[in-house]
C-alpha cells in the first residue's frame, strides 16, 4: 500500500483539502428504497415478515427457533467460551462501568430572581433497544459498549438484536458478554429489518424508545427512516482515524496504529498529518513493509498530509473531525489538545494506542463518524436519559413575570397567552 500523498501548500484552504481527502461527511447515499421496503413489510407482517426477511436476506431460516433466545442457549454458548478470554470480558466491563459511573445527571431545581420555582427532572428512559454486529462476525465489545451507558442510567429494559449466524445462533462470545451484563431480552435477527421491529413493534419483539448501535449501511439508514418514531443515537459511518504526528522515534507504533484503523474493512479511512516529511517517509515506509499487498486497495481510504507548521495540522483535524485522533507530537501534546474542538476520542501519545480504547480502558467506541464530531458526542449515559423542564411558580412571581409574558406574547400575536397570564397578575 502506498499512502495518497497532500500537500497543504497545494490548497486554498482546509476545507478545499478535506474535499481532495475524500474525507466526505455522511450522505444518504445507499439502498435507501431497499431499506423502506424492508421498514414497510415489517409493518404490514410482523413476525411473518421477519421470518421471511431473515430467510430471504440472510440465508437463515429461523422459523423453527425463533427470535427470541432462550436461557439454555445462552448457558450452552457460556459454557464454550475459555477462562482468558472470560477473564479479559470481566476486566472491560469493569473499567466501561467504572468510566461510564462519572457521568451523571441529577435533577435539580432552584429559585429564580422572582421567586419561581424552577429546574430539571432527570429520568432513564424504559425500554432501549441495542443492536450488535454479528452474523459471520463477533463483536463482543460493541455489546459492553452500548448496554453498560444504558444499565448505568439506568434504563429498565434493555433488549439487544444481534444477526444470527449461518445456523441460525448468535456467536458465544456475545452471548457470554450480554450474559455478565444482565441481558435477558436478546434477539436472533439483524439488518434493517431488526431496526423495524424494535422501532415498529411486532408480535415477539415489543416496540422500544429509542435504539443504538452501529451497524452496516443498512442498518444505519433504517435507523434514520424510523427516526422520530423512535430516538436514535447516531448515524454511523466507516470508521476513521487521524493520526497527528512528527519526528521519526515511533513510527512503527504509528504504522500499526494506522493498520489498525485500516483493519475495519470497507471504507475505513486514515489520515496522516505532519510537517515533517520524514515522519511520512518513515511510516510510509514500514506500512509497505508491513501491510498483505494482496489487501484489496479499494476498501480504504489512506492518505498523508505534509503541513506547514502545527497551526495548519490543527486546523485540518478540526475540519476533518476526526472519530478517532491520535496525537503524538513533540511538543506539548496538551497544548496541542486544548487547540482540538472536533474529535470522537483523542489519544495521547504512542503509549495510548486506540486499541486500548476500542476494548479495555473504559471509554466508549461507539463515536461520531462523517464529521459528526463536529456537534456530536461519544455513546454514553446521557444518551439513555431524558430531562423534563418543570415550573413552580406563585403569585408573587407571576406578578414580576407577567408584563413579560404579556408583551412578548402580543407581538407574536398569541393573545390568549397574554390573557391567560394577565388573569393571574
Known sequence: MVLKNFTSEDYQN???LRQALEWNFWTEGGPVDEVRGIISEVERGGDAALFELTERLDGVRLQEKGFRVGREDIEKACRRIERPFAEAVKAAIKNINAFHRHQTWE?????????????QMARPLKRVGIYIPGGSGAYPSTAIMTVIPAKVAGVQEVVVCVPPGPDGEINSPTL????????????RVGGAQAVAAMALGTESIKAVDKIVGPGNVYVTLAKREV????GIDMLAGPSELVVLADGEEDIEFLAYDILAQLEHGAGARAC???FD?????????????TLDNSSPRQAYNASAVLVRS????IDLVNTLAPEHLLISTRSDMTGVLSKIHSAGAVFLGVESPVALGDYAVGVNHVLPTAGAARYASPLSVYDFIKRSNIVFSNPRANRSLGVVVEALARVEGFM???ESMQKRT
Open 14 to 16: 482546509m476545507e478545499e
Open 107 to 119: 435533577s435539580q431545581f432552584w429559585e429564580s430572581d422572582e421567586g419561581a420555582r424552577v429546574g
Open 176 to 187: 457470554f458478554a450480554l450474559d455478565l451484563m444482565g441481558i435477558e431480552e436478546i434477539y
Open 227 to 230: 427516526f422520530g418514531r423512535v
Open 272 to 274: 496522516l498529518i505532519s
Open 277 to 289: 516529511r520524514k515522519t511520512i517517509k518513515g511510516i510510509e515506509k514500514k506500512l509497505r513493509e
Open 310 to 313: 502545527l497551526k495548519e495540522a
Open 416 to 418: 390568549n397567552h397574554a
